[in-house]
């Protein structure tokens, strides 16, 4: 375990945070602005990720993507309940508009190079990834998603982040932590997407 956190990890964990913030301002560019932010944050960690095991058995490779299957359905069935509360319902009209903002091939195309740089950030080592138990690991994932302002995401990213850090500290590989990763956001991002509010464009069309 490292003593404490790199530059490399400081400037990731400011870029991830900023591309929050300002997709939050900014909904309309949402996906340019997050997979840019998610790939630069992917970089930073590339030195380490280079020692990291991508080698998996075909076992957690099938796992992993029953896995983020299942985890897609249970963040659908949470949306529709939260479309029938009004606060909930106000930050799922939002992401709504966010995700909306690109089309599903589009979204379906940028997915991949968010998600890879994404796990590579904060699964491939380092104090980030390495420092205390699984859940406290999570609970860092979900707190970069603060400045997003965005309830849901923050309380979407706990069972995520707990998710792929138990598979990457039980697997030792990042292979089945991003199958698994990719799954559920090609899923709930791109298609079928999530239940959002009737009445209103739906953001999984094309």
């Given amino acids: 375990m490292t003593s404490g956190p790199s530059g490399r990890e400081v400037v990731g964990l400011l870029v991830l945070t900023s591309a929050a913030r300002l997709a939050r301002r900014r909904p309309q560019r949402f996906w340019p602005v997050m997979t840019l932010g998610m790939t630069l944050a992917g970089l930073s960690a590339v030195p380490r ?67 890879i740089g994404e796990e590579l950030f904060w699964r491939s080592g380092g104090w980030i990834a390495e420092t205390g138990p699984v859940w406290g690991s999570a609970l860092g994932y979900a707190a970069a998603q603060l400045p997003s302002q965005n309830p849901l995401l923050v309380m979407g990213a706990v069972p995520l982040g707990l998710l792929t850090t138990w598979m990457r500290r039980r697997s030792g590989s990042l292979l089945p932590v991003v199958i698994c990763h990719l799954v559920f956001s090609e899923m709930t991002l791109a298609w079928p997407g999530l239940p959002f509010p009737s009445g209103s464009p739906g953001a999984t069309e094309p």
């Fill in 49 to 115: 990720a280079r020692t990291a095991s991508w080698r998996g058995s075909w076992r957690w490779s099938v796992a992993a993507l029953g896995l983020g299957a299942g985890l897609h359905l249970g963040v659908r069935a949470g949306a529709r309940l939260a479309g029938r509360v009004s606060p909930a319902a106000a930050a799922l009209d939002w992401l709504q508009g966010a995700l909306g903002s690109a089309p599903t091939p589009t979204r379906a195309v940028l997915s991949v190079p968010a998600v």
